[in-house]
């Protein structure tokens, strides 16, 4: 909650401040200086989004409810610039007094505080609650129907409280899936090894069994920006494998005799991953990979019917990252077909940084798999 309201006042700060040095500008009409502070404007909303989310500097860990604020003000400030323009070109049309001028000034300050609030409270609701999204598919390989269920990129500890994640337990178990999926990035660089062994004695709860892969922050890759690591990868493997769960690391298992899994090392781990030609599946049936990143293409041209399920992107999380990354040809959410592979990459049960998410909502996937 502190880190909520430091985000809070740094967004009023920031907001005021963005009011009071445009005052000049709305002040004496400067039509051209104007436009050009907007599309400054407009440019560096994916700007902060961007340094926020994709780029991995030690801002984005310790001064995340700056940069939030950062965002969230200059959103909440470009809409209103954006009414503010229509009611200046709507006042152009009637007669107008100083009086009306100063009208208008409080106008405009009214609406920047306004769209900034409606984006805080528009990004906080998003991010507050873990929804079910519905995958069905069909396969030829496939003997009979089949149901699971994917919930990667929690980033539990500490942007995700815990009883949101004891939510999403009661949400698939609701289900009664044949088998979970966790899809890496459970927790990551900011989780305390208490907020860790929590979040894996909540998802104990879960009653399907449960495959694990890990993702790019689990085992704290960047812990060095944030002072350290909290927990070992043995303590890590220890909190996953005490809770019942079985670690997938470039290893397949059947789960059905139509049915096998190929649970995949994350790619960030360089050569400890196995490239996918040099796997070779033991098992007969339809093929689910699960990787936490969605990138491997040697993997996905598979010419086999095969399900690729991965997180990662967070859908962007921050607008408008979900259309630069497809701007750069990456699968940032939802269905895709690569040859024979249907790849499926989830928004992510959590959050990346920042307790907003203004892309797409937290999800949890529930795939049902039909025979053709
Ligand atoms: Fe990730």
């Keep these: 909650m502190e880190g909520v309201f430091s985000m809070i006042v740094w967004t009023v700060v920031v907001?005021?401040?963005?009011?009071?040095?445009?005052?000049?500008l709305r002040r004496k009409a400067h039509p051209r200086i104007r436009t050009a502070v907007f599309v400054i404007k407009m440019l560096l909303i994916p700007a902060t989004a961007l340094l926020f989310v994709a780029v991995d500097w030690p801002a984005a860990y310790l001064?995340?409810?700056?940069?939030?604020?950062?965002?969230?003000?200059?959103?909440?400030?470009?809409?209103?610039?954006?009414?503010?323009?229509?009611?200046?070109?709507?006042?152009?049309?009637?007669?107008?007094?100083?009086?009306?001028?100063?009208?208008?000034?409080?106008?405009?300050?009214?609406?920047?505080?306004?769209?900034?609030a409606g984006v805080f409270i528009g990004g906080w609701a998003d991010a507050s609650s873990i929804s079910r999204t519905d995958l069905d598919i069909t396969s030829d390989r496939a003997a009979k129907a089949h149901t699971f269920a994917f919930v990667s990129d929690i980033h539990g500890g500490d942007a995700h409280p815990v009883?949101?994640?004891?939510?999403?337990?009661?949400?698939?178990?609701?289900?009664?899936?044949?088998?979970?999926?966790?899809?890496?990035?459970?927790?990551?660089?900011?989780?305390?090894?208490?907020?860790?062994?929590?979040?894996?004695?909540?998802?104990?709860?879960?009653?399907?069994?449960?495959?694990?892969?890990?993702?790019?922050?689990?085992?704290?890759?960047?812990?060095?920006?944030?002072?350290?690591?909290?927990?070992?990868?043995?303590e890590l493997k220890s909190a996953i494998e005490g809770a019942g769960f079985t670690i997938l690391k470039d290893d397949y298992v059947q789960i059905d005799e139509d049915l096998?899994?190929?649970?995949?090392?994350?790619?960030?781990?360089?050569?400890?991953?196995?490239?996918?030609?040099?796997?070779?599946?033991?098992?007969?049936?339809?093929?689910?990979?699960?990787?936490?990143?969605?990138?491997?293409?040697?993997?996905?041209?598979?010419?086999?019917?095969?399900?690729?399920?991965?997180?990662?992107?967070?859908?962007?999380q921050l607008f408008p990252l979900q259309a630069v990354y497809r701007i750069l040809g990456l699968p940032a959410y939802g269905s895709f077909r690569y040859a024979g592979t249907q790849l499926?990459?989830?928004?992510?049960?959590?959050?990346?940084?920042?307790?907003?998410?203004?892309e797409e909502r937290c999800e949890w996937v529930l795939v049902t798999i039909r025979p053709e």
């Design 63 to 116: 001064h995340g409810d700056i940069l939030t604020a950062i965002y969230i003000a200059l959103c909440g400030d470009v809409v209103s610039s954006i009414v503010e323009y229509a009611v200046r070109r709507i006042r152009e049309t009637v007669k107008h007094t100083e009086k009306s001028h100063i009208c208008l000034l409080g106008l405009c300050g009214v609406l920047a505080a306004l769209c900034t």
């Design 163 to 234: 009883d949101i994640i004891r939510d999403l337990c009661r949400q698939m178990n609701e289900q009664s899936p044949e088998f979970v999926i966790l899809g890496g990035d459970i927790t990551d660089e900011m989780t305390s090894y208490e907020e860790m062994t929590e979040v894996y004695r909540i998802l104990s709860e879960l009653e399907a069994p449960v495959y694990f892969v890990y993702g790019n922050h689990d085992r704290q890759p960047g812990a060095q920006r944030v002072g350290g690591r909290t927990y070992t990868d043995e």
């Design 260 to 316: 096998v899994l190929l649970g995949r090392e994350d790619v960030s781990r360089g050569e400890e991953r196995s490239r996918y030609a040099d796997l070779t599946c033991p098992y007969e049936g339809m093929l689910i990979v699960a990787d936490h990143q969605p990138y491997d293409e040697e993997q996905l041209a598979e010419e086999v019917s095969t399900l690729q399920i991965s997180g990662h992107s967070h859908a962007g």
């Design 15 to 24: 907001a005021v401040m963005l009011y009071v040095i445009q005052l000049p």
């Design 344 to 358: 499926y990459v989830s928004s992510g049960a959590g959050l990346w940084g920042t307790p907003i998410r203004t």
